[in-house]
T-cell receptor, first 109, second 112 residues
Framework: GQQVQQSPASLVLQEGENAELQCNFS?????MQWFYQRPGGSLVSLFYNPSGTKHSGRLTSTTVIKERRSSLHISSSQTTDSGTYLCALERTNTGKLTFGDGTVLTVKP | EAAVTQSPRNKVAVTGGKVTLSCNQT?????MYWYRQDTGHGLRLIHYSYGAGSTEKGDIPDGYKASRPSQENFSLILELATPSQTSVYFCASGDSGGERLFFGHGTKLSVL
């Protein structure tokens, strides 16, 4: 089965609403990373988060290793947040990542 | 911010032809990676490298070769391209295991 599962597959919000994106994994991990993929295709690293909670502006990432899950919370969403959010699991300390299929977020004005 | 540059941005190839995708990074990172992304899916690792002269197989290496002639450059080679290799290819670099990766803008490859 797939080692990294993301949910929901897609999400539509009105501007100002909050979003909670989930990532569940079935193997042990060294770290978890979250990426934002622009509609044009390039990827931007949002968080490198092996465990615990990290904040960056309106974004919060929480990884709970013993529960094998990581989440990305977006508060007060904006239309510019639209795009695909990918989580990626690093199994060993090698930089090799296993990606989930992503959550496609659409924020409407 | 590390710069990772891929070329070409778009490529149309014929079945059975040879295709070379190039990647250059300017931040002196040791590790470089090639991923492919198919519509509606995440990225899958093809080959990676820990430094000049080294290449390692990723999760889906069949049909691909890689070359790392220098710290800055990492190429992906399709000796005999097939339509199933139509995809978007991303190169990435990182300083060492456990650090965040920097991605290029991707190369859209169509094999007809």
């Amino acid at each position: 089965g797939q080692q990294v599962q993301q949910s929901p597959a897609s999400l539509v919000l009105q501007e100002g609403e909050n979003a909670e994106l989930q990532c569940n994994f079935s193997t042990s991990l060294n770290s978890m990373q979250w990426f934002y993929q622009r509609p044009g295709g390039s990827l931007v690293s949002l968080f490198y988060n092996p465990s615990g909670t990290k904040h960056s502006g309106r974004l919060t990432s929480t990884t709970v290793i013993k529960e094998r899950r990581s989440s990305l919370h977006i508060s007060s969403s904006q239309t510019t947040d639209s795009g695909t959010y990918l989580c990626a699991l690093e199994r060993t300390n090698t930089g090799k990542l296993t990606f989930g299929d992503g959550t496609v977020l659409t924020v409407k004005p | 911010e590390a710069a990772v540059t891929q070329s070409p941005r778009n490529k149309v190839a014929v079945t059975g032809g040879k295709v070379t995708l190039s990647c250059n990074q300017t931040n002196n990172h040791n590790n470089m990676y090639w991923y492919r992304q198919d519509t509606g899916h995440g990225l899958r690792l093809i080959h990676y490298s820990y430094g000049a002269g080294s290449t390692e197989k990723g999760d889906i290496p069949d049909g691909y070769k890689a070359s790392r002639p220098s710290q800055e450059n990492f190429s992906l080679i399709l000796e005999l391209a097939t339509p199933s290799q139509t995809s978007v290819y991303f190169c990435a670099s990182g300083d060492s295991g456990g650090e965040r990766l920097f991605f290029g803008h991707g190369t859209k490859l169509s094999v007809l």
